[in-house]
């Protein structure tokens, strides 16, 4: 089946940085673009950042755009969200998701929660 296994989430200071990784399996990894998501308390989830299925493109959300960066190694079958400069308004649990076409949502992780103090 397929599974979708967050970490790297915790505790960090505002201007600190958090790295994010997720494991993935039960699916040919390679031939699946990836995203993260975040839900943030009191709000509707929200897309964060995508990769194309070789790592040629990428989309971020405007709130993100030169702070965060995602990537993959689909000899790993891992999907990585490098998050630098980080704001309290980032706090929020982040979800890796499997895309389809259009990316239309496939399947989600459990998420993992980060928290930047303010």
């Known amino acids: 089946q397929v599974q979708l296994v967050e970490s790297g989430g915790g505790l960090v200071q505002p201007g600190g940085t958090l790295r994010l990784s997720c494991a993935a399996s039960?699916?040919?990894?390679?031939?699946?673009?990836m995203s993260w998501y975040r839900q943030a308390p009191g709000k509707e989830r929200e897309l964060v950042a995508t990769?194309?299925?070789?790592?040629?493109?990428?989309d971020y959300a405007t709130s993100v755009k030169g702070r965060f960066t995602i990537s993959r190694d689909n000899a790993k079958n891992t999907v990585d969200l490098q998050m630098n400069s980080l704001k309290p308004e980032d706090t929020a649990v982040y979800y890796c998701?499997?895309?389809?076409?259009?990316?239309?949502?496939?399947?989600w992780g459990q998420g993992t929660q980060v928290t930047v103090s303010s």
């Open positions: 998701v499997r895309l389809a076409v259009f990316r239309r949502v496939l399947n």
């Open positions: 039960g699916f040919t990894f390679s031939s699946y673009a």
């Open positions: 990769i194309t299925t070789a790592g040629g493109g990428t």
